[in-house]
């Protein structure tokens, strides 16, 4: 079973950045592309950056492309989002998993809150 612990969230106005940080329990998911989600107060969750499995290659939901930044870390278990000018509808709870089917099986973490708010 693999456990996520995300972290960086936070209250921020228009305009600011934010630093996102996940670590995952178990070195399996090297193997894995991975991805951050979020989960915006009545709306699905959504894949919203991701990353290949030796992270030289990534994709953006249109909505953030641009602003949003995902990268592998420490032989491939870490994942950072770094957030830049950000927009009141990026307030979510972000969540980072697999980028595949797998996530039915390892399941969620906590999430970590971004709030973008004047």
């Known amino acids: 079973q693999v456990r996520f612990a995300e972290s960086g969230g936070g209250l921020v106005q228009p305009g600011e950045s934010l630093r996102l940080s996940c670590t995952a329990s178990?070195?399996?998911?090297?193997?894995?592309?991975l991805g951050w989600y979020r989960q915006a107060p009545g709306k699905q969750r959504e894949l919203v950056a991701a990353?290949?499995?030796?992270?030289?290659?990534?994709n953006y939901a249109d909505s953030v492309k641009g602003r949003f930044t995902i990268a592998r870390h420490n032989a491939n278990i870490s994942l950072t989002l770094q957030m830049d000018s950000l927009k009141p509808e990026d307030t979510a709870v972000y969540y980072c998993?697999?980028?595949?089917?797998?996530?039915?099986?390892w399941g969620w973490g906590k999430g970590t809150l971004v709030n973008v708010s004047t």
């Open positions: 990353v290949s499995v030796d992270g030289t290659s990534t």
């Open positions: 178990a070195p399996i998911v090297k193997i894995y592309a």
């Open positions: 998993n697999a980028d595949g089917s797998i996530v039915n099986i």
